[in-house]
């Protein structure tokens, strides 16, 4: 495979990163994460965007235009010949002097991108849902920004896979933040589809930003509030979205079965809105 790095198209065996790489030792990084479908981009604008923010609420330096990005991410593609999978992005702070004070500012961001060739449409999930397993959101207060911090939410997945579920639902203060890797929703008794309101609590998902938009064209009514677990284990629905796994149905919460145990019609309508969409607008 051939992987970004700093300039240079690698064979991933011969890619290097310094031992003094900021994102190493301090996770002073942040990434973004995009899926291809038939060979092309989902929703790039929109991940650029974040990431943008990212950089700039952490006061880290761009380490290339939209532009020059946009051109990286398509020539991974093809050199990988990538039809379905995702396209991993890490800019950092760069390399230095082991310190906690941030070096100085002209220190040379770090950019590396590799490809994952993977099947995302037709994976079975999609078909069966997913359990989950609540387990205390104990991640930092900045939840927004899109750091590779993610020691705590693969502790957390690790966990809920040993309690027979795929994923974890983090919790705080009684209520659901989001997944390990994906913002959470449920649909009510009365129809209304429910998701966390947008805060540093959790991440701004870009699938979340596309999901809610088409669920609203749709009829739905969409109410952004936090919710409690209880109020899941009792909902008609729910589901998870992220750029990998678009909408994923939800149909167990800690050992309870939501509905009939088979993903609900609004979470496989979902999906399949999001599909045909993130299909059309690919680039
Ligand atoms: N929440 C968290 C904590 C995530 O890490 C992610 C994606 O990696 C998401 C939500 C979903 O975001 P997106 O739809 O942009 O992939």
């Excluded at 310190?99 to 994976?123: I, Y």
């Excluded at 009365?190 to 609590?201: E, I, K």
Aim: proline residues 4%.
């Amino acid at each position: 495979r051939t992987v970004y790095v700093n300039g240079d198209y690698l064979p991933e065996e011969e890619a290097k990163i310094s031992v003094f790489d900021r994102g190493f030792l301090f996770a002073d990084a942040v990434y973004e994460v995009t899926s291809v479908l038939s060979g092309k981009l989902v929703d790039f604008a929109a991940h650029m965007k974040r990431l943008e923010r990212s950089l700039s609420e952490l006061k880290m330096t761009r380490p290339a235009s939209e532009a020059d990005l946009l051109a990286i991410h398509r020539e991974l593609v093809a050199r990988n010949g990538i039809d379905e999978g995702l396209v991993y992005m890490q800019v950092g702070r760069g390399a230095a002097d082991r310190d906690f004070l941030f070096p100085p500012e002209d220190t040379k961001p770090s950019l590396v991108l590799f490809t994952q060739a993977m099947g995302l449409r037709d994976k079975p999930a999609g078909r069966t849902g997913i359990k989950v397993a609540s387990v205390p959101d104990l991640r930092w207060g900045r939840r927004d920004i899109k750091t590779v911090q993610l020691l705590y939410p693969s502790i957390a997945k690790t966990e809920a896979k040993a309690k027979g579920a795929d994923d974890a639902w983090l919790v705080e203060d009684g209520m659901v933040t989001e997944g390990t890797s994906n913002n959470a929703y449920i649909l009510t008794e009365d129809g209304a589809l429910v998701t966390r309101a947008l805060s540093h609590a959790i991440l701004h998902g870009i699938t979340r930003a596309a999901v809610l938009r088409m669920a609203k064209e749709d009829g739905l009514r969409i109410e952004e509030r936090s919710f409690t677990l209880d109020e899941a284990k009792r909902a008609k629905e729910a589901f998870i979205t992220s750029a990998s796994a678009f909408v994923l149905p939800v149909v167990e919460i800690d050992g309870l079965t939501l509905g009939d145990g088979t993903p609900g019609p609004v979470a496989r309508r979902l999906r399949e809105i999001y599909l045909a969409e993130a299909e059309r607008t690919a680039i």
